[in-house]
């Protein structure tokens, strides 16, 4: 995902979404704290918000980065809502 379109993800992306694509990965904190080098307390105060997902800049690109490298695809909001799904396909990391 190039990193314009990670950009404009953060800008959209929520963090029930976020906690949607950990699920449907069978990730816990603590594996998306390994995979996307974001500190576990970090990723726990970052979802216990909701709403969009905050924190800098950075931190949510990594986070975003590590769960769409796994095979998940945001999607944003079109009418029906905005969603996560796995990519058909793709490896996700054991």
Do not use: C, H
């Amino acid at each position: 995902m190039s990193t314009e379109n990670l950009s404009k993800l953060r800008q959209t992306a929520s963090t029930r979404q976020i906690k949607a694509a950990r699920a449907l990965l069978g990730w816990s904190q603590a594996d998306l704290a390994r995979y996307s080098s974001v500190s576990e307390p970090t990723i726990a105060r970052l979802e216990a918000e909701d709403g969009p997902l905050g924190g800098r800049p950075g931190t949510a690109a990594k986070i975003l980065k590590a769960l769409t490298d796994a095979g998940t695809e945001f999607m944003l909001e079109n009418g029906s809502g905005p969603g996560v799904r796995l990519v058909k396909g793709r490896q996700r990391p054991e």
